[in-house]
């Protein structure tokens, strides 16, 4: 491998899947694969990428496939999506009322998208630092920006990703002293058809439903142009920087 290779985890976002389409198409087509359910990657189109399925996601499992990642070669990694994230499920829904919070909800969006993002972090940053230039993508939301937020709700989906953010920004300040060659990116992809926003999208306006191609082809023109400086970067589909 060159040093051109991309993991992605929490592959089996729709997201996640269509930039393993444009990347597994492109001069640079070595991919890894993580995610809970690999099925999508298992067609001709990615025999050759390194598909590694996981049980979970908590400490131990994400060390495990990181042992894995040191084994394949991680210095040949350049870029790193990690693409979790929860907003609704059969047992729960973004809050509109203080009322509608609840302990448990928030602890599975919280484990989800914020601890999940973390650990992984936290395992593949001694992989990663090296001479080579690496840049890692959290995907979060702009429903995160604590000084954006004009609408209020939503409030274990908001505080998960400015938790995130914050996490986004310490771990920033820590690698600029460690493994300068990292670059962090919170990513805002828009709203994007998938699982994730379908009961919501009836109030989307017009032509701001994205495709997962359109954020795809986007996020990685975002990657490409985007500098190592030493800093977290909060930024949106079209590479416009967010208030934190
Ligand atoms: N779609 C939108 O409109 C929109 C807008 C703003 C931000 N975002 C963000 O974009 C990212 C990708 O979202 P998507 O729309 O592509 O969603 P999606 O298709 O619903 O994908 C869900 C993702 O979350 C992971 N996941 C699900 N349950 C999990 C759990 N309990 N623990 C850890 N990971 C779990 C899945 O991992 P597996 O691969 O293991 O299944 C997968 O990576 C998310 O961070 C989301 O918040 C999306």
């Known amino acids: 491998m060159t ?18 389409l444009k990347i597994i198409n ?10 809970r359910d690999i099925t999508f990657y298992q067609q001709a189109l990615f025999s050759q990428a ?40 059969k047992s729960y829904q973004p809050e509109k009322r203080l ?10 969006v919280i484990n989800a998208n914020t601890i999940t993002p973390m650990l992984w ?19 979060t939301a702009r429903v995160g920006s604590i000084s954006d937020n004009k ?17 986004i920004k310490s771990a920033a300040v820590e690698l600029a002293r460690r493994a300068k060659n990292i670059k962090l990116i919170s990513f805002h992809p828009g709203t994007t058809d998938t699982p994730l926003s379908k009961p919501f999208q009836a109030n989307v306006p017009q032509g701001k439903l994205f495709t997962c191609e359109f954020v795809a082809k986007q996020l990685l023109t975002i990657v490409e142009d985007t500098v190592i400086d030493g800093e977290a970067s909060f930024l949106d589909w079209q590479g416009k920087d967010i208030p934190w």
């Open 50 to 89: 390194i598909l590694i399925e996981t049980a979970s996601y908590n400490d131990e499992d994400i060390g495990k496939v990181a042992d894995t990642i040191k084994q394949i070669g991680a210095r040949d990694i350049s870029r790193v999506f990690i693409c979790h994230g929860v907003l609704h499920s």
């Open 26 to 35: 492109s001069e640079y087509p070595q991919l890894i694969i993580v995610s």
């Open 99 to 108: 009322e509608d919070f609840s302990a448990e909800a928030f602890i599975k």
């Open 3 to 20: 040093n051109k290779a991309t993991l992605i985890v929490g592959a089996n976002s729709d997201i996640a899947k269509a930039l393993a």
């Open 151 to 167: 609408l209020g709700g939503w409030y274990s989906y908001r505080s998960s990703k400015a938790a995130m953010n914050m996490l």
């Open 121 to 139: 972090l936290k395992h593949l940053t001694p992989l990663l630092a090296s001479q080579h230039r690496c840049k890692i993508i959290i995907f």
